[in-house]
């Protein structure tokens, strides 16, 4: 049950696109479609953002979008916007438990 | 509007014990499989339990697996988290979230509660 490696922080200018990386394994990431991505703005609630690999829940922007190959997803933001800027955790399903990924901190320039 | 609101957290010696309460409105409860999500300060966020619908079937993370206990009362919507043993590294917000139905990803998330191990 180790967490998903996600890089620690990346960075866009309002208008650009950024991609985070969510690294598992054949155990829980390479192994099930139940990818799901989740937004935690400092001192709030995590918010889920992407369900089921690239599924967006009613309400959020089609400017978050979610891919994986392999044993690694993705989160992209396009059109990157102030109110991004946020920390962003993956989390697969892993057969009974579930595994989160070390987070990653998107700072708008 | 779905509402999950835990209660029971504090400041709490080494090897002492916690109950948290989740009280949920707004939905059917006995539905949605439960789980406690917690993130200690200024980390990132760790699923700790799962329980079934009906509260026979649970899962823990390592590290809390038989210091920890997960329960439910239906009738109540109410969901429980009994701690025994609790070290400094069990200081976190605790989070009651719902497991989406037939799903894997957590839809809904309570305010959370603080919880300090320390002495």
């Known amino acids: 049950q180790s967490a998903l490696t996600q890089p620690p922080s990346v960075s866009g200018s309002p208008g650009q696109s950024v991609a985070i990386s969510c690294t598992g394994t054949?155990?829980?990431?390479?192994?099930?479609?139940?990818v799901s991505w989740y937004q935690q703005h400092p001192g709030k609630v995590p918010k889920l953002i992407i369900h089921?690999?690239?599924k967006r829940p009613s309400g959020v922007p089609d400017r978050f979008s979610g891919s994986k190959s392999g044993n690694t997803a993705s989160l992209t933001i396009s059109g990157l916007q102030a109110d991004d800027e946020a920390d962003y955790y993956c989390?697969?399903?892993?057969?009974?438990?579930?595994?989160f990924g070390t987070g990653t901190k998107v700072t708008v320039l | 509007e779905v509402q999950l609101v835990e209660s029971g957290g504090g400041l709490v010696q080494p090897g002492g014990s916690l109950r948290l309460t989740c009280a949920a409105s707004?939905?059917?409860?006995?539905?949605?499989?439960m789980s406690w999500v917690r993130q200690a300060p200024g980390k990132g966020l760790e699923w700790v339990a799962n329980?079934?619908?009906?509260?026979?079937?649970?899962f823990f993370v390592d590290s809390v697996r038989g210091r920890f206990t997960i329960s439910r009362d239906n009738a109540k919507n109410s969901l429980y988290l009994q701690m025994h043993s609790l070290r400094a590294e069990d200081t976190a917000v605790y989070y009651c979230?719902?497991?989406?139905?037939?799903?894997?990803?957590?839809?809904?998330w309570g305010q959370g509660t603080l919880v300090t191990v320390s002495s």
């Open positions: 979230a719902t497991i989406a139905v037939a799903q894997s990803f957590f839809d809904y």
């Open positions: 707004g939905l059917t409860f006995s539905s949605y499989w």
């Open positions: 329980i079934r619908q009906d509260g026979g079937e649970n």
């Open positions: 054949s155990s829980d990431v390479g192994a099930y479609k139940d």
């Open positions: 089921d690999v690239n």
């Open positions: 989390c697969s399903y892993a057969g009974s438990p579930y595994v």
